[in-house]
């Protein structure tokens, strides 16, 4: 569900330029999804999710590439960050995972109903401290699975990020 909507444009008139910082009222969430839509040339465009912000609290974002872009000020139980590439995928795609204070071992797909379609084993953390995991689009058994969206969780030692896939072949 869409909650709110901000476009931010750094132009304005003489001496002048329009306000950078959104705010979002949302009353009743304890944590929301951000999506932030970078424009690009020729109609090309990064797409960044930040999952599980907590509310109340100010992100300083820059534009896409690590988890280190989204600095958090006054995030208890900051859960982490996800990233999958290509997303949407038709073969396989590259999960990236980054947690704070939370070692992760695995990482579990499953589809909407909530049945679990495959468990992957998560490389160690690079420098960076980024998990990294490839799911080629299989099941458990070794079979294709089917287009629709995926639910994406990391596990470990506490509760890990989590995001989406949408596979279509």
């Excluded at 396989?92 to 980054?98: F, L, T």
């Amino acid at each position: 569900h869409l909650l709110g909507f901000r476009e931010v444009e750094a132009h304005g008139g003489f001496s002048s330029q329009n306000q950078m910082d959104p705010h979002f009222g949302l009353p009743g969430r304890s944590t929301v999804d951000v999506r932030i839509f970078w424009p690009g040339s020729d109609g090309v465009h990064i797409t960044q999710d930040i999952l599980a912000v907590g509310v109340g609290q100010k992100l300083t974002v820059n534009e896409a590439g690590t988890p280190l872009d989204a600095a958090r000020e006054q995030a208890p139980g900051l859960r982490g960050f996800f990233r999958a590439a290509p997303n949407p995928a038709s073969r396989g795609v590259r999960i990236e995972m980054a947690t704070t204070g939370v070692s992760l071992a695995r990482l579990e797909i499953y589809d909407v109903s909530g049945r679990r379609v495959r468990s992957l084993v998560l490389d160690a953390p690079d420098t960076a401290g980024i998990y990294h995991a490839e799911w080629e689009g299989l099941s458990e058994e070794g079979r294709p699975a089917p287009n629709g969206l995926y639910l994406v969780r990391g596990i470990g030692e506490g509760p890990g990020p989590s995001g989406r896939i949408m596979l279509l072949r």
